[in-house]
């Protein structure tokens, strides 16, 4: 069963050199072959609520694979840069 991995990024970037370090590793480490970007911070509009400032959604063959790739020691090197570039909320979310 297919899961999805949000990122909800809730305001503006406080320190883009760290979000430019988040995004290095990120590209240096590389993600596993079955995770598919599906929204990578495209245009939005807010039907409900207030919109964050962001939104990027990846999709994984399974939960398991999901937490595997955020868990991985690569993505946890890139972890902190980017907590401190900006406030974010990740989910993981099981489909259908």
């Known amino acids: 069963m ?3 991995m949000i990122f909800f990024r809730e305001g503006p970037v406080r320190d883009a050199a760290e979000l430019a370090e ?3 590793l990120n590209r240096e480490h590389g993600g596993p072959a079955s995770m598919e970007p ?3 911070y495209g245009s939005m509009e807010a039907l409900e609520g207030p919109a964050p400032d ?3 959604l990846l ?3 399974t939960v398991e694979d999901a937490r595997a790739w955020y868990d991985s020691p690569g993505y946890q ?3 902190p840069h980017r ?3 900006a406030d974010y909320r990740a ?3 099981e489909g259908l």
């Open 59 to 61: 999709r994984f063959p």
């Open 91 to 93: 989910l993981i979310v």
């Open 83 to 85: 907590l401190r570039a």
């Open 77 to 79: 090197e890139a972890l």
């Open 22 to 24: 988040y995004q290095r």
């Open 38 to 40: 599906l929204v990578v």
């Open 54 to 56: 962001g939104v990027v």
């Open 2 to 4: 297919p899961a999805y």
